[in-house]
């Protein structure tokens, strides 16, 4: 009897012990803030140090037009070859401008210039985005699958936005999900929850329950990117001109190339690639 009661003890201390550490794992998990501040280092600062460049498929359509499109990543920006119109491929004359058009960027310096500065525009303002994440939003635990954790968001009474970017986004609530294990994100959904008056309208505004949703894919090893993303805004510019922001992208079929890829190399791939389709 004395060694089935010892047992029986023996029995409710380790479920008791096995209680105590689930809970210690459970409490230290860090604060929604920290786990988001975390995402946006590991975003804006790869491990390796390093920026993957890729060639991929680009289904964009804007405004009910649809326009499918080779591209290739290079160090100076992407280059890109217009491949399909409304899900039709092109007729040989467009195939012939799109080639000519193509040629003329890669021998034209000026062009390549101003296509290095809108990849740096677009980067620092997607660092500016990112950076600003943290102190916009209030983050709360929403759940969670496996590594990917789930999060709820809403506007910080506290924050003060210096742009208009900034503006936009501080009247923005939603959803976010994180792989918590390797701190990267894995996709975004929000809305506007009030109307946005730039210069107390005089300068325009977007109406409130604009939305947006992006979607990103692990295509290789700790290599996400971005495959998904949608806009749907409306509202008023200067001039009462109306803004109807209604865009949809779908980016597949990655596959890697060199880092140090030009655009004279990009026009190569992309040149290379329609002769192989016109022989087929």
């Given amino acids: 009897m004395m060694q089935s009661r010892f047992k029986f003890v023996t029995i409710i ?9 689930a809970q ?11 786990l988001i501040k975390a995402v946006i280092r590991s975003e804006l600062n790869p491990s390796d140090g390093s920026e993957a460049r890729w060639k991929y498929l680009l289904v964009k359509e804007v405004e009910d037009k649809q326009e499918t499109r080779e591209v290739v990543e290079t160090k100076s920006g992407s280059l890109d070859r217009l491949i399909a119109i ?4 092109l007729s040989a004359r467009q195939q012939r401008d799109e080639t000519e058009r193509i040629l003329r960027l890669s021998h034209n310096p000026e062009e390549q210039r101003k296509l290095e500065e809108s990849r740096k525009k677009d980067a620092e303002q997607c660092d500016a985005f990112f950076k600003m994440v943290p102190e916009a939003f209030l983050f709360e635990y929403a759940g969670q699958s496996g590594d ?3 999060l709820v968001f809403k506007p910080n009474p506290a924050f003060r936005p210096a742009s208009r970017e900034g503006k936009v ?14 701190q990267r994100l894995v996709s975004i959904n929000g809305h506007l929850v ?3 008056k730039f210069a107390g309208g005089l300068l325009g505004h977007l109406e409130r329950g604009g939305q947006f949703a992006v979607k ?5 090893p700790a290599r996400w990117e971005v495959t998904e993303m949608a806009v749907n805004m409306q509202g008023k510019a200067l001039l009462f001109k109306t803004i109807s922001v209604q865009q ?11 880092d140090d890829l030009t655009i004279a190399d990009a026009a190569a791939i992309l040149l290379k690639q329609s002769l192989m389709a016109a022989n087929r």
């Fill in 13 to 21: 201390l380790v479920l008791v012990f096995r209680f105590a550490i």
């Fill in 24 to 34: 210690a794992q459970s409490n230290a998990r860090i604060s929604p803030a920290d």
């Fill in 86 to 89: 409304a899900g039709k491929p």
């Fill in 148 to 150: 990917v954790v789930k």
């Fill in 169 to 182: 986004l501080h009247e923005m609530a939603g959803e976010v999900w994180v792989d918590a294990k390797q």
């Fill in 194 to 196: 009030n109307e946005v």
């Fill in 216 to 220: 990103r894919t692990e295509v290789a």
């Fill in 248 to 258: 949809k992208e779908l980016h597949q079929h990655f596959e890697r190339v060199p």
